[in-house]
């Protein structure tokens, strides 16, 4: 029962449906991740925690005197304390990221928001610093990490207004980024990462440093591994203007061992930097991805 | 039975196969679809549907039905007669032409055609065929025809209305045989008119064909137009302000009474219309009364079923005709006498017309471009007044003999001295004239001269002598016309 009710609200068919980033997080992350965000540290901070009886002998700015004034009753205020942990999103906005297949829910850039949208509210609740880069031909979001709840808010608003179009410019986009990254972070890295097998794992080599962690999640929709159905059908490239009419029934066998050999470079190549690697498809339940992610951020608080 | 005119195009039949052919290459028209990356997507080859809709197969069915279609028509199909027996065999031949003009339509002469061509056919033994010519073609129906089937052509047999030319005839007579019949023979049955046979040679002698020629269309009167009624005369002449009445003779030239509809059409339409009943051999008159200032034209048509229907109507013009135009010429040094005979003649020529259907009007300009050479001057009537030298003088005899010989009439007074008008007639050569003085007494100093019929012996000679005429200018009786 549980985990039906889990399954439902992770399934990205009942998620794409709320256009609020914002609730869509807390859905997902309070609904299905109870306890997650329990796992907090108190002490100083700037985002207020709770209220506790005063222990005598603590300092006594940490009590709240408006409190005693109405009820005459030491008590303290604890504050949420502020990780060092910044988790940088960086969204793949290219053409390619529009695609929908015919049975899917909807499309990969929309899943990689929604996806992205979890972790910012992950992060936020667990007193991270959130940033997000979101490119394609050109930057469109580019937020400095920073907490709190109006920063968590600005971020999936900036998440809602991506749009997928451009052709993708992965090395100058992240030739500009790198040199900007705050220093510690986790960066989780949304694509699709098509042809981008050799680029992009050596943009990534800052994941080798201990400062750093890289997850690498690639959104592909299942039609890029199986092909639409048809006998005949004129391809159309989504980041250019090249055509190919071809019958999908018949190298449909030979495009499933192309992905399969493509993603097993990509994942070679990211393992080669030390960058975390999985391939998800927009049909797939978010909790995959988000267990994946707390593991890494786990491993970073530990 | 269904026959070609161009056999090799059914060869275009071939081409049948290629819908078929397309029906079995039919691939699929591809679908566009948007997708992120083609860098495994290889181009392969559609492959052909192997579902067919019934669509596809009634559209292949279609398509071969059009093939078949422009297939047939080009090869030119028409359907051929019942065979004919061999043209070539041998055996006597007869050939009856008959005269299809115009003319064959008088004096009964196509009905005469049909029934000598009718009894012919039957009591022939030869092998028989029947041309008809005149219309500017030959129509043909060859040997081979059953009896009653060439009967029946000759009962249909018409004279049409364009100009006849036995020419036809001739060219195509020896061709209407077959190559190794036995004894030719050709029939023409025709009024033979002047005007079709002038120039037409039908010697076909040397080609071993032996020519019969049969008159039709020339019996008598009576004979001829039995049972035939027709117009005779048709007038029309004013009936009183803004009407004109039309009137009409129709003749029976059949023994018994017989009663027609006579009727009035203009514009096509019937207007008008009377039963008219003539006695046997008889006229009758019959009018109808029109206004005349909405029409111009109508038909008077006698509507019945008699054989001869040409003289059966008559066309009229119901607006009075312009009027005709008479000038004078006279010595340009006006005088009081001729002054006076102007107008005298002048009145007396126009009171000769009714001031309605027949006018005349005076022209002095058409006479005056007549005298100064215009040979195209509208004139009728010219008056010359006191013929006398001045006419030589001014050169004008040749103007006056073109004014007559495009059918002008010219009236001449002699001048006062009537030897100078002599003079000119002789010297021009007119007319061959002598004249005698009657017993009349000259009445005045003026020098007249009369004539009677009696005493002329003017004799003309030339063109000119029907044309003119001699007046005493004291009006008194003339000569009898020159001829």
Redesign the interface.
Known sequence: MVAATENALLDPAHLSRIEDFSLLAKVVVDGTLPGIHRSLRQGRGTEFFQYRPYDPGEDLKIIDWKVYAKREELVAKTFQEDTNFNLFLVVDTSA??D?QGVKASCS?LHYASMLAACFAYLAFRQGDRVGLFAYGEEVQQWIRPKSGQAHFGRVVNALAQLKAEGENKHEAMWDQMVGNMPGRSTVVFLS?F??AEDVLPERLRFALSSRYEALCLQVL?RE?ETL?E???????????N??????P???RS??RN??AA?KETLARNFSSVSAEFESLFTNQDLGHALRKFLGIRARNIG | MIEFGQPAALWTGLAIGLPILAHMAYRRITERHAFPSLRYIKPSQIPRTGRKTPADLLLLLLRMLIFLVVMILLADPYWSGPELPDKTASGKELVIAVDTSPSMGGWNGMGEAREIANKLIQSTEDKTSVVSFGKKALEEWEAGYDRDTLLKKVTNLNHGWRRGDAQVLAERAGGLFGENSGKKKLVVISDFQRSDWQSVSLNLQQQGVEVEMIRVGVGNETASRFDNRSIVESKVVPAGPGKVRIWTVVRNWSEKKKTDSLQLVIGGEIKDEQKITVAGLSSKQAQFIVPSNEVSQAMIRLANDDPMQLDNQRTVWLKAPPPKYFGFWHDTTSDEQTRSEKNFLGTAVESAGDSGWNRWEEKEDNANELRMGNDDSKLELLLVLGLGNWFETEGLEESFSTFLKKGGVAMITPAEIFSETASVIRNLEWMRFSFTRDEITFENSLTTFAFSNRSCLATARGLLSEKVTLRSPCGRSLPTPIT
């Open positions: 390619s990221m695609y990969k699709d098509l042809e929709d890029e639409p048809g006998d005949a059908l004129r391809f159309v490239e989504m980041e250019g090249r055509e190919v009419s071809t019958s029934e018949v190298i030979e495009f192309h992905m493509f």
